[in-house]
């Protein structure tokens, strides 16, 4: 039997969390979104609300793919892998 479940929320961040997303702190007193659910395993996440949004246009650029390949803290905050990748050449051709 297969099953899942997902919810998601705002919260206020009480104390500091480490976006999924970016690997960058959230501080207390910040919004950010919190994923909680079962599929297959359970799992729960906390991103920032514009990692949330980068997450969703990169959904859009790749349909499908959601969970496949998504590694944590590999994009910067609030960028779709694609522009981290283009924003990371920009500044090692910026930086001579
Ligand atoms: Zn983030």
């Known amino acids: ?55 969703r246009r990169e959904w859009r650029e790749y349909p499908g793919c959601e969970y496949e390949g998504f590694e944590s803290y590999v994009r910067k905050r609030g960028m779709t892998y694609n522009q981290t990748d283009r924003a990371r050449k920009a500044e090692r051709e910026g930086s001579n």
């Open 1 to 55: 039997m297969s099953s899942s479940f997902g919810v998601e929320k705002e919260h206020a961040a009480r104390k500091q969390h480490r976006c999924e997303w970016c690997g960058e702190t959230i501080e207390p007193g910040e919004r950010y979104a919190y994923f909680a659910g079962y599929n297959d395993d359970f799992y729960a996440y906390k991103m920032h609300l514009e990692c949330r949004d980068a997450e």
